[in-house]
Each structure stands twice: as C-alpha cells, then as structure tokens.
C-alpha cells in the first residue's frame, strides 16, 4: 500500500474527475497531502472512513472532496446533501469556505449554521436550499427543530469533524438527537485527533464497516519543534511571560489560558507594556472573534490570548512560538496547542510555565509525549526586574476590567466586556480570510 502512495503524485491519480483537480489547483494544492492519499480513493468507492490525524494534516480536503465528486455524479443533486458537524465556529466557517472555493466552479451553495450569529438571518440561508450544511451540533438541531422546510431527511453524507471534541459533555446530547433525526442509508466520515473510548464507541454505532485511516502516532509532536517548560511560583507567573515575549519581540505567538476572564486580562497588562496583544475567547461573539483572529493573521497584533477554542483546526499559518501560560487539565489538549507552531516542516517553540499547583498535569504531559523537556533558560533575577512594571500594568487592567464590567458572565452575542476591549485595541470587523486550510 505504501508504495502505491508513492506513486501517486497528483490529485488525478486519486480518481477525482478533471473540474474538481483543477479547483485543487486554483486553491494552490499542488499534490495531495498523506490523509487525502489514504482517505479519498476508499470514500470514492462509497466507503465509510474514520481518520486519525493531527491537526492541519489536510482532513479538511480529505472529506470535502470525496463529497463534492458526488455531488457531482448525483443524477439530481438534491439540497441538504451534507452535513458537517464540527465542535467551534471559526473551524465551521474555514470548512464551508473551502467546499465554496473548491466547488465555485459547479455552483456548490453552503449554509453555516453556529451561534453567536441570528437564526433568522440562518434561516434565510436554509431557505435558499444549499446543498452542504456546516454547523455546530447545538445550533443545527436548535433549526432542525424550529425552521420550517429544514430536514436532514434525504442526507447522504454526515462528516463529524475533531470526533473526540464533539463528544464531551457540551455536544454529545445535541449529537445523539441529531444522529436520531437522519437516515441510517449515507456515508459517515468520522475525523478525531485522537481515539477515545466515546469516538470508539461512536464508530460501533455510526459507521458501517469503514476503512482506518492513521496518518501518524496518537499522541506525538514534531520533531521540528522545541520544547521546554519553566518551574515558577504562581505569583511570579506575569513576569516570566513578559520576559518570554519580550525576548522573542518580533514573533508571533499563541499564549493558551484557561479561562476567557484571563485572556482579556493578560490581553490589556501586555498592551499596557507595549506589546502587540489581542483576545479571543468563546465568550466574545461571532464578528469579534472572527476579526480578533483576523487582526492576529494580519500581522495588525502579534500576540495571540486564547483558550482551547483556538486550539484545533483554525487556519493559522506561520506560529513561532506556544506559551502554556496555563497547564492544561487533560493532557491530550497539551499536544493541540503545540501543534500550531513547528507546521509543515518549520521550527517552532513551545513553552510551558508551571507553577506549584499544577505540577501533577505537567508530569502527566511529559508521560503521555513519552519525554522529559528541558528547562527554560532564564536569570530569576533578571526577570523579577520587571515585577513592579508588571505589577502597574496588571492594575491598570483589572481596574479597566472592572469599570466594564468585571467577571460577571453575559449572554451570548450580549454587548460587554470584550466590546471595551476593541476599543482599546482599535479593532475593527474584518471580513474572514480567504486562505484556505487543507
């Protein structure tokens, strides 16, 4: 089989018919990637798929492809006839843009349906009957439920996008209904990074004698990446940050939090110090978060503040550097992170700062990537030196946080904290990038 791959050195060699190889071309995918290799000549043949790669390996093409040729060979191509679920609304959006620039040639319509944005405004678009639905597993059933003329009923293709992070308790009720409400007669493409006992479950139920597809080892980073962690006290933790960013000044980097409270805090005590930082978070809403990653893209700000909502997926090309300023819970969410640095053969670097708290989830990171990382080369002394400009910055910003609001929890799509934000940050709405992400 390996050599077979070898030989096919085109997306031609795959089966696919000369329309959509000339959109690959026209999306500037020259050769096919090893996920598309294993994944596009079996779902030609009408097989079901489940497919293990990281992120940014081509999993987009490898389903939106397959799809489309069938679009194309149905003798009446009908409305609604995919769906793909996918578990944050910026992934959502990237995979209707592709399937619109690879099938702009044969009039594909798409239809995004995720929250943040109006359901009326939604409902405009089912109503235009597009023939692929990408959505969030809540905000599809909220309409399979409530918009008039909308049924998945003569669906032929269901793709579930990042399968393990659609199976944690925030989707899986919505999932189960959905899965309920479509014809057991399609083809299924599952996608996980990672292969959990939910997704192995999940396969049992939905797929029907698939082909595997494992494009690299479950839980490994790139060798191109380097990676260290620092042992610090919590209090200390805003100084050893700074210091990292400021002696990388120039790069751009993605610094993971836990919390959305957090990266609006460290977002305004980094500006405060003059660096060029912007937040995105699930709590901002659909528009903001779309122009805060936009401005990150851009190169408008080069400090990314995020959750694991930017962990997996979005199109973020050339990251220099991940700082975990705080250590994920579920180490599996550590490799995620990492993965949007080191991309497609570059270097990149990945720091953790871990404190006295969270010692055990650091250790179980180390035994899960099977490696003990070095320590980060820093002079405390040198770094303590900026504990009072911190310290200032850091009051400056709560102080603002508080004035618009503090931590208190909003609705979604409510006008609040993160509005202040944008306006100390000068940011402004742009429309999504049109690059696209295999």
Request: charged share 30%; aromatic share 6%; glycine share 8%.
């Amino acid at each position: 089989m390996e050599e077979e791959n070898k030989e096919m050195k085109s997306f031609k060699d795959l089966g696919l018919p000369e329309s959509l190889v000339e959109a690959c071309e026209k999306v500037g995918w020259k050769t096919p990637l090893e996920i598309q290799i294993e994944a596009i000549p079996p779902a030609l043949e009408g097989k079901d798929l489940i497919g293990l790669a990281k992120t940014g390996s081509g999993k987009t093409g490898a389903f939106a492809l397959p799809i489309l040729h069938a679009l194309l060979e149905a003798p009446r191509p009908n409305h609604f006839f995919a769906c793909v679920m996918s578990p944050t609304r910026e992934l959502a959006i990237q995979i209707s843009e592709q399937f619109e620039a690879l099938g702009s040639e044969i009039g594909v319509k798409c239809a995004v349906l995720v929250g943040g944005i109006d359901m009326v405004q939604q409902s405009v678009k089912i109503a235009k009957l597009p023939h692929i639905i990408v959505g969030t597993p809540g905000r599809v059933l909220d309409h399979l439920k409530n918009t008039k003329g909308f049924s998945l009923a003569r669906l032929k293709y269901l793709v579930l996008d990042e399968a393990d992070r659609l199976l944690n308790e925030d989707f899986e009720e919505s999932l189960n209904e959905i899965l309920g409400m479509i014809p057991r007669e399609r083809r299924t493409f599952l996608f996980s990074a990672t292969m959990t006992n939910k997704v192995e479950k999940l396969q049992r139920v939905c797929l029907r004698n698939p082909v595997k597809i494992e494009t690299s080892s479950k839980y490994s980073t790139v060798d191109t990446l380097k990676q260290q962690y620092r042992f610090l006290p919590a209090k200390h933790k805003d100084c050893y940050l700074v210091y990292i960013l400021s002696e990388m000044a120039g790069s751009t980097s993605m610094v993971f939090t836990r919390t959305c409270d957090s990266t609006r805090l460290l977002a305004l005590i980094l500006r405060n110090l003059g660096l060029k930082a912007i937040p995105i978070n699930g709590h901002m809403s659909q528009p903001k978060r779309l122009g805060a990653l936009n401005k990150f893209k851009s190169g408008d700000c080069n400090i990314l503040l995020c959750t694991d909502v930017a962990s997996r997926g979005l199109d973020i090309p050339a990251v220099d550097m991940v700082i975990n300023y705080d250590i994920p819970t579920n180490s599996k969410d550590y490799i995620h992170r990492v993965g949007r640095t080191a991309r497609a053969g570059r270097s990149g670097v990945a720091i953790s700062l871990v404190n006295q708290y969270e010692l055990e989830w650091y250790v179980q990171i180390e035994k899960l990537i099977g490696k003990k990382l070095p320590e980060y080369p820093a002079n405390e002394e040198e770094v303590l030196l900026l504990e009072e400009r911190v310290g200032e910055a850091k009051r400056l910003a709560a102080t603002k946080m508080k004035e618009s609001g503090g931590k208190k929890r909003r609705g979604e799509g409510d006008i609040g904290e993160e509005d202040d934000v944008d306006k100390y940050f000068g940011l402004k709405d742009r429309k999504s990038s049109k690059k696209f992400r295999r």
